[in-house]
């Protein structure tokens, strides 16, 4: 696989075990699940790339340590260079505006009593820095615009829209 320049992302010796235990109030670890065991990839700007293998096999665990949703028990993660799999608190905050999850059925994943211009909208209030207040609104319209979207749907709630539209919202 070609790499264009800078590598977006390098992962390294990235390892995830699951302790088990046993007990209800004094619990003891017997084992562990090796949910994921030695990963290593490099991507480049712009490349994409597929992971496949059988039911239970990690692909799922790969995917929420990218994203920090989970902590790895071992290896690393460089988002740009930064080592991104330990930050905790306001650094954590500020990668996270670069990493984002599209989900695949984004008919679950949309809060169907939520305007598709709340659902667009509401990152800027975990990331209030990204867009001053009084400009959300126009940027919420630009960001429709940007996917393909009319920004006049706004207003509209995800079940007014097609399959492929609302893939389009979880982009936005
Ligand atoms: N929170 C958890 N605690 C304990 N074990 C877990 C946890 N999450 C996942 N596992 C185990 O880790 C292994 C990998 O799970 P993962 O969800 O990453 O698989 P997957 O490759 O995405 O599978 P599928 O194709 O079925 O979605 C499985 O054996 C699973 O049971
Ligand atoms: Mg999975």
Redesign the pocket.
């Known amino acids: 696989m070609a790499t264009s320049g800078e590598p977006v992302l390098e992962v390294s010796g990235l390892v995830k075990h699951?302790p088990?235990t046993r007990g209800v109030l004094f619990k003891k670890q017997i084992g562990a699940?090796r949910?994921?065991d030695g990963v290593d990839f490099t991507l480049g700007r712009g490349e994409t790339l597929g992971i496949v293998?059988?039911?239970?096999?990690?692909?799922?665990?790969?995917a929420?340590l990218l994203c920090n949703l989970e902590r790895p028990t071992a290896g690393s993660i460089r988002f740009k260079g930064e080592d991104i799999s330990r930050l905790s608190g306001r650094a954590l905050k500020a990668v996270r505006r670069n990493i984002q999850m599209v989900f695949q059925d984004p008919y679950t994943s949309l809060n169907p009593r939520m305007t598709v211009g709340d659902i667009v909208g509401e990152p800027y209030e975990i990331h209030p820095e990204a867009a001053p207040k009084g400009d959300r609104r126009r940027r919420v319209r630009e960001l429709l615009d940007v996917v393909g979207l009319d920004p006049d749907f706004v207003n509209r709630y995800p079940h007014q829209f097609s399959g492929g539209q609302r893939q389009r919202i979880g982009i936005a």
């Open positions: 699951y088990l699940v949910a994921v293998g059988e039911s239970g096999c990690g692909k799922s665990t790969v929420k």
